[in-house]
């Protein structure tokens, strides 16, 4: 069964960081792409990051171009996502999510993660 | 590209049909895929490429369109369905999604 474990949320001053960690089991890891989806409260879903399965080829929303940054370690199975100069408007639950490929560009999230809470305040 | 749905709520009963429209504001050809997500959880993928459905996810549900409009439908509506429903083009990147249906109980 393929899980997605998100890890390293929590509350943050403005202007702070905050790295999230997404550690994958039940799939051979490197062979999919990765992304990260938040979802401000009570509103609707914004893509954030996507990478390759060789952790190359990353993109990043207009909205954190810049801010974050995505990596990956295949060995340990895991997706990140660094979070530098937050702000307020950041807070959100962000969601690690596996695309069908190995490439996320033109691919859907096909799994999710529970997701982990940042909060900007 | 942008996705707008409609319309942004929806009542229903167990049994009607429902259905959902996401327009892009470009040609996405069929590369548009639906969620589900229900209060509290993650989404979850119900259909990609316009009309395929994922593994799994009930035969009552499904999708058609191609180009810049699409639709969901929902046969004949249970009680597991009430929940917010998204749309997202998988043409390219960025990713974009709908802004949500939420379907809840006439």
């Known amino acids: 069964e393929v899980q997605l474990v998100e890890s390293g949320g929590g509350v943050v001053r403005p202007g702070g960081s905050l790295k999230l960690s997404c550690t994958a089991s039940?799939?051979?890891?490197?062979?999919?792409?990765m992304t990260w989806v938040r979802q401000f409260p009570g509103k609707g879903l914004e893509w954030v990051s996507g990478?390759?399965?060789?952790?190359?080829?990353?993109s990043y929303a207009d909205s954190v171009k810049g801010r974050f940054t995505i990596s990956r370690d295949n060995a340990s199975k895991s997706v990140y996502l660094q979070m530098d100069s937050l702000r307020a408007e950041d807070t959100a639950l962000y969601y690690c999510?596996?695309?069908?490929?190995?490439?996320?560009?033109?691919?859907?999230?096909?799994?999710w993660g529970q997701g982990t809470l940042v909060i900007v305040s | 590209i942008q996705m707008t749905q409609s319309p942004s709520t929806l009542s229903a009963s167990v049994g009607d049909r429902v259905t959902i429209t996401c327009r892009a504001s470009?040609?996405?050809?069929?590369?548009l895929a639906w969620y589900q997500q229900r209060p509290g959880r993650a989404p979850k993928l119900l259909i990609y490429?316009?009309?395929t459905l994922e593994s799994g996810v009930p035969s009552r549900f499904s999708g058609s369109g191609s180009g810049t409009e699409f639709t969901l439908t929902i046969s004949t509506l249970q009680p597991d369905d009430f929940a917010t429903y998204y749309c997202?083009?998988?043409?390219?990147?960025?990713?974009?999604f709908g802004q949500g249906t939420r379907v809840d109980i006439k």
């Open positions: 039940g799939f051979t890891f490197e062979n999919f792409g």
């Open positions: 990478i390759n399965w060789n952790g190359v080829g990353e």
């Open positions: 999510a596996r695309v069908r490929s190995g490439y996320y560009r033109a691919e859907y999230a096909q799994h």
């Open positions: 470009q040609n996405i050809y069929s590369w």
């Open positions: 490429q316009a009309s």
């Open positions: 997202q083009q998988h043409n390219s990147s960025p990713w974009a």
